[in-house]
């Protein structure tokens, strides 16, 4: 969620960054400081009226100690009015906050000035480009094609226990599959200083709000219902990937300075509906429902965030290397950011 502070204090930059992404949501601004004020001047209120309430409290007392008690009575009559008019705004500053913060769960970030304008794919700059791409003097299978000839993934079977967008890796493909998963671990934990840890697989609403998944993705996840007790529906969500566990891991701590850097490095499978998403029906597996990931989180300094991202980046990249492919680096422009 953003500040804010920032939003109060910056609207016009923050308007001007949310525009570079070209979804509109600058137009969110206008309402959500609508409602901020709103929420602002109505706790001003309620302290005026506290503040009242208080003295009258204490002239109740003394008119008391004086035996003037039809005035007392008075007082007391007042005090109850005011009372209630506390509780009134009460719910109204709340019902305001509410709103106002619903609304604020729905700007995404601001791009960094660094990131370049555009609006799809098209417009992402490349960065660099490693090895070469391979020219085949053969027409090439396709993924789907290699993994059924050789047997690594058998796609109908897969269907039959879970219907379309799973997988059933099958003998050198299951193994394939455990050992990728563990060379990606060692590497990081080994060479780049990682910490391994094991997050759980479901976890509740409030981490994904934490990064940003809920409200805007909560379409394309998996909410988990204990036995056939709807109640319970959405207390509990299988993770999209391990960002969501693994970046709340310290939610709501105060971190030293001289525990930073923490890197976490994670293997979980992952769980996305993927509704309405692009591809999500074709044939493979591109888009799929349930897939294995390995993730790298770190929590560092500010100061710091950029030149350990470039790192992120190498520690990614030395994967690819040391399994011989070719890929390229792309700047991801403001119109195809992630939230």
Same mark, same amino acid.
């Given at each position: 969620?953003?500040?804010?502070?920032?939003?109060?204090?910056?609207?016009?930059?923050?308007?001007?960054?949310?525009?570079?992404?070209?979804?509109?949501?600058?137009?969110?601004?206008?309402?959500?400081?609508?409602?901020?004020?709103?929420?602002?001047?109505?706790?001003?209120?309620?302290?005026?009226?506290?503040?009242?309430?208080?003295?009258?409290?204490?002239?109740?007392?003394?008119?008391?100690?004086?035996?003037?008690?039809?005035?007392?009575?008075?007082?007391? %009559? $007042?005090?109850? @009015?005011?009372?209630?008019?506390?509780?009134?705004?009460?719910?109204?500053? &709340? #019902?305001?906050?509410? *709103?106002?913060?619903?609304?604020?769960?729905?700007?995404?970030?601001?791009?960094?000035?660094?990131?370049?304008?555009?609006?799809?794919?098209?417009?992402?700059?490349?960065?660099?480009?490693?090895?070469?791409?391979?020219?085949?003097?053969?027409?090439?299978?396709?993924?789907?094609?290699?993994?059924?000839?050789?047997?690594?993934?058998?796609?109908?079977?897969?269907?039959?226990?879970?219907?379309?967008?799973?997988?059933?890796?099958?003998?050198?493909?299951?193994?394939?599959?455990?050992?990728?998963?563990?060379?990606?671990?060692?590497?990081?934990?080994?060479?780049?200083?990682?910490?391994?840890?094991?997050?759980?697989?479901?976890?509740?609403?409030?981490?994904?709000?934490?990064?940003?998944?809920?409200?805007?993705?909560?379409?394309?996840?998996?909410?988990? %219902? $204990?036995?056939? @007790?709807?109640?319970?529906?959405?207390?509990?969500?299988?993770?999209?990937? &391990? #960002?969501?566990?693994? *970046?709340?891991?310290?939610?709501?701590?105060?971190?030293?300075?001289?525990?930073?850097?923490?890197?976490?490095?994670?293997?979980?499978?992952?769980?996305?509906?993927?509704?309405?998403?692009?591809?999500?029906?074709?044939?493979?597996?591109?888009?799929?429902?349930?897939?294995?990931?390995?993730?790298?989180?770190?929590?560092?300094?500010?100061?710091?965030?950029?030149?350990?991202?470039?790192?992120?980046?190498?520690?990614?990249?030395?994967?690819?290397?040391?399994?011989?492919?070719?890929?390229?680096?792309?700047?991801?422009?403001?119109?195809?950011?992630?939230?």
């Amino acid at each position: 969620m953003l500040d804010i502070k920032l939003i109060r204090e910056k609207t016009d930059f923050v308007r001007a960054r949310l525009a570079t992404r070209g979804a509109g949501d600058e137009a969110k601004i206008d309402e959500l400081l609508k409602l901020d004020e709103q929420r602002r001047k109505i706790l001003v209120e309620v302290e005026a009226f506290k503040s009242q309430r208080n003295r009258v409290s204490k002239e109740i007392g003394a008119l008391m100690g004086q035996k003037k008690f039809a005035e007392a009575e008075a007082k007391k %009559a $007042e005090t109850k @009015d005011l009372g209630e008019k506390i509780t009134a705004l009460d719910k109204q500053a &709340a #019902e305001s906050e509410t *709103a106002r913060d619903a609304l604020m769960l729905q700007l995404p970030n601001l791009p960094h000035e660094s990131v370049p304008l555009g609006k799809t794919t098209e417009d992402n700059p490349e960065v660099r480009v490693h090895g070469a791409k391979v020219d085949f003097s053969f027409k090439p299978k396709s993924h789907v094609e290699l993994c059924e000839s050789l047997k690594l993934v058998d796609f109908a079977r897969a269907a039959k226990l879970s219907g379309s967008g799973f997988l059933l890796y099958t003998n050198w493909g299951a193994r394939l599959e455990r050992a990728l998963i563990q060379f990606l671990l060692d590497l990081h934990i080994t060479e780049h200083g990682y910490t391994e840890v094991a997050p759980p697989l479901m976890v509740g609403e409030q981490c994904l709000v934490g990064v940003g998944q809920f409200p805007k993705f909560k379409d394309q996840y998996y909410g988990v %219902a $204990e036995g056939d @007790d709807a109640k319970n529906l959405g207390k509990l969500y299988l993770i999209p990937t &391990a #960002e969501t566990p693994v *970046a709340n891991i310290h939610r709501e701590e105060i971190l030293a300075e001289k525990q930073l850097p923490i890197r976490y490095c994670a293997y979980t499978p992952c769980f996305r509906g993927e509704a309405g998403a692009a591809g999500v029906d074709t044939r493979g597996m591109i888009r799929v429902h349930q897939f294995d990931k390995v993730e790298l989180i770190k929590i560092v300094k500010p100061e710091n965030g950029y030149d350990e991202l470039e790192k992120m980046v190498g520690n990614a990249e030395k994967v690819l290397q040391l399994l011989g492919l070719h890929y390229r680096v792309i700047m991801l422009c403001t119109g195809d950011m992630g939230y």
